[in-house]
């Protein structure tokens, strides 16, 4: 009994070591193919180079008309920690209200809020664009941020509300015999015990910040404001030929924050996604 099932564990962990492997193995490619040289790139489909070389990375690093990739780095760097501040703030705001305060059309709203989860993107995009053109907003930092501010992400909020929804009222109580108002219940009392479904929400939004390639290119059109994605496009069409060594190269260098900060906060990722349907 004891052997038939450890190897049901054994086969097991083999399918879902064989399923991890093969879904590694395009990042894996990836890495490997930012030391070859252009001509082995598609030419060697294994992952250790025949050739070394790390003129990909010095290349790359070069950037296009002036700026290196480092600039892109940065302009990503601060768009994605301006929304991550602007999305924390905003929708645990709005979480907030709608988990524990009572106001006229809480309901409604709240469904009109859920409503939005189902709009797609390109929907609103045109009259965004038309609304931020009005403001002199593009080609700068402004249509990507500012919305962040407004608890514009319906999903986030929703989020926030389910893992708020889940701590005792008892605690609201208590801090209302003590003299706090709501502000001061939400500082001292919501936002300390909130900080799976915080550090979820502020993951979540880096994430999808940095990898955001269509707002930042409809938006961005100087080469000073270019963002990792369109740096990494630029590097596609920048000349006749296009420089896939060079473009493996700086996709390495973009992908690896993603990939620390996952492994920085993996636990808490799935603390925060888990203890959101407690109540």
């Not at 209302?176 to 550090?199: E, N």
């Not at 030929?241 to 993996?266: C, D, E, H, R, Y």
């Amino acid at each position: 009994m004891v052997l038939r099932l450890s190897l049901s564990k054994l086969w097991r962990h083999g399918v879902v070591i064989v399923i991890g492997m093969i879904m590694i193995y395009p990042v894996l490619w990836m890495i490997s193919s930012s030391f070859k040289p252009n001509a082995e790139i598609f030419s060697d489909l294994g992952l250790w180079p025949d050739s070394f070389t790390l003129s990909n990375y010095v290349n790359g690093w070069r950037g296009i008309q002036g700026y290196s990739f480092g600039h892109f780095l940065i302009n990503s760097f601060i768009i994605a920690a301006l929304a991550v501040i602007g999305n924390v703030i905003s929708c645990s705001l709005a979480a907030f209200a709608f988990a524990r305060l009572n106001f006229v059309g809480q309901k409604f709203w709240f469904s009109m809020m859920l409503m939005t989860l189902m709009l797609p993107f390109q929907v609103t995009l045109i009259p965004q664009y038309i609304l931020f053109h009005t403001f002199g907003w593009v080609n700068t930092f402004l249509p990507l941020v500012v919305p962040k501010f407004f608890a514009l992400d319906a999903f986030f909020v929703l989020l926030m509300v389910q893992f708020i929804r889940g701590l005792p009222l008892e605690l609201d109580e208590s801090a209302r015999i003590d003299g706090c108002g709501p502000l001061q219940i939400y500082l001292r009392i919501i936002m300390p015990l909130c900080v799976p479904a915080v550090i979820t929400t502020s993951i979540f939004t880096f994430y999808w910040t940095w990898d955001d390639f269509f707002g930042q290119m409809i938006y961005l059109n100087s080469p000073k404001l270019f963002t990792v994605m369109i740096g990494l496009r630029s590097l596609i069409d920048s000349t006749s030929t296009s420089n896939w060594g060079s473009l493996m190269a700086m996709s390495t260098v973009a992908v690896a924050p993603v990939i620390v900060i996952f492994l920085i906060f993996q636990r808490y990722i799935v603390e925060g996604i888990s203890t959101t349907g407690l109540k």
